[in-house]
């Protein structure tokens, strides 16, 4: 490594400098971009306050814009040489730009720097990944609404419960990733406002425009307090993991059924040959590591959230080199993320039900609610001596009549139930979501674009 940013000249220890560096180039060679952009936002912060003159803003900006083509056609990247994104960014535009690109870091720390790179990449990752998981609810409800007079029982305990359908399981888990998504306005609001200006978490003795800077990012705002950012460093990426990890908790709950209900002792789901796989001895296996794998993502991502909790834990306030660690774990939380849902909205719409085996399921204990309720809806009983005849009679091994499918589903006419999905509604809900993504999204790419020359004159 030939230089920091942080060294007025040479002595270093080299074994020290590794140490420190570690394998940051790695993970910042995904924030080479978002520190292009970040720095094109704090240069027109620079102009509006009056700290750049006309002509070294219009240098600063030309190169910048360059670096971003250089980022984009990989042929900035960050070596051995550099430390981190931001030399790698500074010394190739000081390179080409002289002295203007001296003045780039002007009322800048690193550290509000990669604040800001890590939030504009959480806005297009969250984006990804709402996107991501609003296909998987979409490729559920359309599930449900293919199967949803196909009859299985629904367990509790383990242990057949009551009647239930395939309709039914995949509205429930569509649902419950519809609840994700709409919390994510929540944690958007908290992604959306600049860190730029509050430096190492005091502010800097200039008369910064801090609001120029977020609203060329496309920000809404300033983060108010400045010390407020270094003490939210892994309070805001342990909230996108946790975000995320709400939906691996679906996904991953989702996936434990399948491989139970696929096995040949249930077989109400069926794997297509494309979706399994098979063994290295066992000829007839047909496994279900799809499935497997996105249930042992889910836990690795709960490690993840983890890992960044533990980090932040028990910091004083400020800045922390610890900071630096955070990054490898919200990257591959968020990659984890990103192939679950990717893999799940691919392999739901192939999986294939057995209705007649569903069907056979619900033959015994799991109709005894049903014929308690017929008594007393039909002859009046109470409802606890209804439940305690049938009790006995199961104890019996007595079996009852079964009624028949139309017969079951119509007497769960009530609201989400067995005979009332109304995916009308669900749907609403994703559509809702989707347009507040489409609008958070269109923001941010505009405020993108125009940054990056891309989007002037519109």
Not at 342 to 348: D, F, N, P, T, V
Request: glycine letters at 10%.
């Amino acid at each position: 490594m030939s230089s920091t940013l942080w060294s007025a000249g040479p002595g270093l220890d080299r074994l020290m400098l590794a140490y420190t560096v570690g394998d940051d180039r790695v993970w910042d060679a995904r924030l080479l971009r978002w520190d292009v952009l970040g720095s094109l936002g704090h240069v027109e912060g620079l102009r509006a306050a009056r700290l750049l003159e006309a002509r070294d803003h219009a240098r600063l900006r030309a190169g910048l814009r360059a670096a971003l083509a250089a980022v984009e056609r990989g042929e900035l990247g960050i070596g051995p040489e550099h430390e981190d994104a931001h030399s790698a960014v500074e010394l190739w535009l000081t390179g080409r730009v002289g002295e203007a690109g001296e003045r780039l870091h002007t009322g800048r720390s690193r550290n509000d720097q990669v604040a800001c790179d890590l939030r504009l990449l959480l806005k297009a990752r969250l984006l990804e990944l709402h996107d991501g998981a609003a296909a998987v609810a979409e490729a559920l409800l359309a599930f449900a609404r293919e199967h949803a007079r196909v009859l299985w029982p629904g367990y509790t305990h383990q242990r057949r419960a009551m009647p239930s359908s395939a309709g039914l399981w995949a509205a429930a888990f569509a649902e419950g990733i519809l609840d994700t998504l709409e919390s994510l306005p929540a944690l958007w609001a908290r992604v959306d406002r600049s860190p730029l200006g509050s430096a190492a978490g005091y502010g800097v003795p200039l008369p910064l425009d801090r609001e120029a800077a977020a609203r060329a990012l496309g920000f809404a705002a300033p983060e108010h307090a400045v010390g407020a950012v270094q003490n939210g460093r892994g309070k805001l990426e342990a909230a996108a993991l946790f975000w995320c990890a709400e939906l691996g908790h679906e996904l991953a709950k989702l996936s434990a059924d399948v491989i139970l209900w696929s096995s040949e002792e249930f077989g109400w789901l069926v794997l297509p040959p494309e979706l399994a796989t098979g063994s290295s001895i066992m000829p007839h296996k047909r496994n279900p590591d799809l499935f497997e794998l996105t249930r042992a993502r889910a836990a690795a991502l709960e490690g993840d959230l983890l890992a960044v909790m533990q980090l932040r834990a028990k910091l004083g306030s400020g800045y922390h080199r610890d900071f630096q660690l955070l990054k490898e774990p919200l990257f591959r939380g968020l990659d984890r993320t990103g192939e679950m849902l990717g893999m799940l909205a691919s392999a739901l719409p192939r999986l294939e039900v057995d209705a007649a085996r569903g069907a056979a399921a619900l033959a015994g204990g799991a109709l005894a609610t049903d014929e308690a309720m017929r008594r007393v809806e039909e002859e009046g009983m109470p409802f606890r001596r209804a439940y305690r005849e049938v009790a006995a009679a199961v104890k019996r091994g007595e079996t009852f009549p079964a009624p028949s499918a139309a017969a079951l589903v119509a007497r769960r006419g009530s609201t989400g139930g067995l005979g009332r999905l109304d995916l009308g509604a669900p749907r609403a809900r994703l559509r809702a979501a989707r347009r507040w993504a489409g609008a958070e999204r269109r923001r941010f790419e505009r405020a993108m674009a125009k940054l990056s020359g891309k989007g002037e004159g519109r």
